[in-house]
Nanobody, 125 residues
């Protein structure tokens, strides 16, 4: 239901922009969206989230100051702009969503209902 794209190979210090497409306007307009990532041999971790209307965002500690999240509900897309990439950012990045207004913690993976297939980001020289 969610299609993530934009991953690839980038050198340390470089940038990438990930995108996540939702299937319909109705689907995307009422959902809080987030990105998680999973590095080889590690647990999936929270990266960033944005509310259904784009009014609030939260960036995880590992990405703070380098990544930004945004959304365009008219185009049913969410973006993750990643700058100053480091080798430790190498992971599969997953787009996810949950119903807006959920009282559950935004950083907890199990609170999200819908997941995309993931896109691989490799940071290496």
């Amino acid at each position: 239901q969610l299609q993530a794209s934009g991953g690839g190979l980038v050198q340390p210090g470089g940038s990438l922009r990930l995108s996540c497409a939702a299937p319909t306007r109705a689907f995307s307009g009422g959902l809080d969206m987030a990105w998680f990532r999973q590095a080889p041999g590690k647990e999936r971790e929270f990266v960033a989230t944005i509310t259904w209307d784009g009014g609030r965002t939260h960036i995880g500690n590992s990405a703070k100051g380098r990544f930004t999240i945004s959304r365009d509900n008219a185009k049913n897309t969410v973006h993750l702009q990643m700058n100053s990439l480091r080798p430790e950012d190498t992971a599969v990045y997953y787009c996810t969503a949950r119903l807006r207004g959920s009282p559950q913690p935004i950083t907890v993976m199990s609170t999200y209902n819908y997941w995309g297939q993931g896109t691989l980001v490799t940071v290496s020289s």
